[in-house]
């Protein structure tokens, strides 16, 4: 560890609050990663994007040769593309092409400035101050202003709108809280403090995509946005092609062009990349499993937050005793779902939002692990010793249907019997705005959740008692307090103290069993580099060139 004498120049950086992370760093608490990832977060920008202790910065440079073509194959948009209510991986790829947010959360360095340049609370960490880049044009010629930032976020709070950022911001951010101070300074007002609040105008929020003032729907006309690359065509059900944008106010992309075809399947997508018709595709285990160590294609990932969450209706029988609800978490081997079905591209969970990515988590708590005896001890207890039957209701997406045959498998060892409902998508989420879902509504559930740089969003969303996405029905005093407490602490190690204090709570209720926190991956052609994305299914092209 450094001496505290080397880190004098650090702590001179900041105030209070980032003196105590750094002293943090020094007695070996947290990570070098994690205290640049606080850096980021106090708006120290200089300092998370430099050398310092010996972190490669997170610049872009621009190694790749300029020109060409990338084409990526995405799946079909489950709906019009649209920021304010864009929800599907391919819609948000699509976006990413031409949209930009305030911030940027880098999975590796945190929080990086985009089309603010600098951000801070003040002392409650209530009301969040933003400095906005100068010269930032929209690409039909418009200059970028604070009160295109107001309109934004006005427009995802508005429970008018359609916006399907309401989740993320409800008892957070309320209407009338976004104040244009000048045509560059931007203040939000919180309805509760939160000391993670940059991640929420970041592109963890996949909606906080600026647009401007007068954007009144159908974005796809013009696909209007700040970014690198400008809108050439679109084509429903088919594809849409972009051009580098002249203009932007940042490093000029690399390739000329960039075209994204909709398919209909992964079979269709890998036979594409296969046949060199496209570049780069989504990722899925079992495409994975096809191409093998082959050399003509590289598979790129990131570790995420990203989980599927099995979820017990705490308000229903069986699972109203928590006793039944631990039993059946008992009966999960998370070390061979990582291994088997996500072929080691996974982290095993413990049972609560805390992934080991997040420097708040305190890796202390004991993970829960597979204990069969432990499981039928609990059952008889709980006045069930012969088991019981139940119904898994889940969504036929990704690897879930995968994941939930495993669940009946495991399940079954301490006789229980799981029996498998998987619906498609749209029947399954139904319309959860007005709560009518059968994810809502399900006594026994799955669900796929995407990463956030943040556990802020999980923990309110699906586990206090007026979550929107409270699918458990998890109504706990105890827990909505201890929430209160994390989202009002202003440093790491506040909120580790706090965060033991929830996982542990998670650990003893288990109203959720997230087993495991999965990675992101892209597979690519080797004749292309520079393809970045995000766990959140942004896909950045603009330092993409070929080999």
């Keep these: 560890m450094p001496k505290r004498s080397d880190l004098d120049p650090v702590r001179s950086l900041s105030g209070d609050l980032w003196n105590i992370a750094v002293d943090e760093y020094r007695d070996g608490f947290v990570s070098r990663r994690d205290l640049i990832r606080y850096a980021s977060l106090i708006g120290l920008t200089a300092f998370a994007s430099s050398q310092n202790f010996g972190v490669v910065g997170s610049a872009r440079a621009a190694t790749g040769t300029s020109g060409g073509t990338i084409r990526v194959a995405l799946d079909q948009p489950t709906a019009a593309i649209d920021p304010v209510t864009v929800t599907d991986p391919a819609s948000i790829g699509v976006i990413s092409q031409v949209g930009e947010y305030l911030l940027f959360d880098d999975s590796q360095k945190g929080l990086r400035p985009a089309l603010a340049v600098s951000w801070e609370a003040d002392e409650a960490a209530k009301v969040w101050t933003f400095k906005l880049r100068e010269g930032v044009k929209f690409h039909d010629g418009r200059v970028l202003s604070a009160k295109d930032v107001v309109a934004t976020?006005?427009?995802?709070?508005?429970p008018a709108s359609g916006s399907s950022a309401l989740s993320a911001y409800k008892g957070l951010l309320s209407k009338g809280a976004i104040k244009a101070v000048d045509d560059h300074t931007v203040t939000f007002a919180l309805d509760v403090a939160n000391g993670n609040f940059p991640f929420y105008v970041s592109s963890d929020v996949v909606n906080a995509v600026i647009l401007p003032a007068d954007y009144a729907g159908n974005f796809e006309k013009s696909f209007a946005g700040t970014g690198p690359f400008k809108l050439e065509a679109?084509?429903?059900k088919q594809g849409a092609s972009f051009l580098r944008n002249p203009d932007y106010w940042g490093e000029?992309?690399?390739?000329d062009r960039v075209e994204i075809s909709f398919y209909n399947d992964p079979q269709a997508q890998l036979l594409a990349l296969q046949a060199g018709q496209v570049d780069v595709i989504p990722y899925t285990p079992r495409t994975a499993l096809t191409i093998g160590n082959s050399p003509a294609f590289k598979i790129l990932s990131v570790?995420?937050?990203?989980?599927?969450?099995?979820?017990?209706?705490t308000d229903q029988a069986p699972f109203q005793d928590k006793r039944v609800r631990r039993a059946l978490a008992l009966t999960i081997d998370r070390e061979a779902i990582v291994k088997g079905l996500f072929r080691g591209r996974g982290i095993v969970g413990n049972d609560s939002p805390f992934a080991p990515i997040f420097p708040s988590t305190d890796p202390s708590v004991p993970q829960r692990k597979q204990d069969i005896a432990e499981a039928k001890r609990l059952l008889a207890e709980a006045g069930v010793p012969n088991g019981f039957a139940v119904t898994l209701t889940t969504e036929r997406a990704y690897e879930i249907p995968d994941y939930a045959v495993l669940i009946q498998n495991f399940a079954k060892q301490a006789d229980i019997a799981v029996t498998l409902n998987v619906e498609p998508q749209d029947a399954y989420y139904g319309d959860a705005v007005f709560g009518k879902s059968d994810w809502l509504d399900s006594t026994f559930g799955l669900t796929d959740y995407g990463h956030r740089g943040t556990p802020d969003i999980f923990l309110n969303a699906?586990?206090?008692s007026s979550g929107t996405w409270n699918a458990a029905?998890?109504?706990n005093p105890t827990y909505d307090a201890l929430l209160a407490d994390y989202g009002a602490a202003r440093d790491l190690k506040a909120q580790r103290l706090?965060?033991?204090k929830i996982q542990t709570l998670l650990l003893d209720e288990t109203p959720v069993v997230i087993s495991y926190f999965s990675q992101y991956s892209r597979i690519t052609s080797a004749k292309?580099?520079?393809v970045r994305f995000t766990a959140i299914s942004h896909i950045l092209l603009d330092r993409a060139s070929f080999v």
Excluded at 153 to 158: A, G, M, Q, S
Excluded at 252 to 255: C, G, V
């Design 473 to 475: 029905h998890f109504k």
């Design 498 to 500: 706090t965060a033991n």
């Design 153 to 158: 976020f006005e427009r995802l709070v508005d």
């Design 528 to 530: 292309v580099q520079g």
């Design 252 to 255: 000029k992309a690399l390739p």
């Design 303 to 313: 570790q995420a937050s990203s989980h599927d969450q099995l979820h017990f209706r």
């Design 234 to 236: 679109f084509r429903p």
């Design 462 to 464: 699906t586990l206090k």
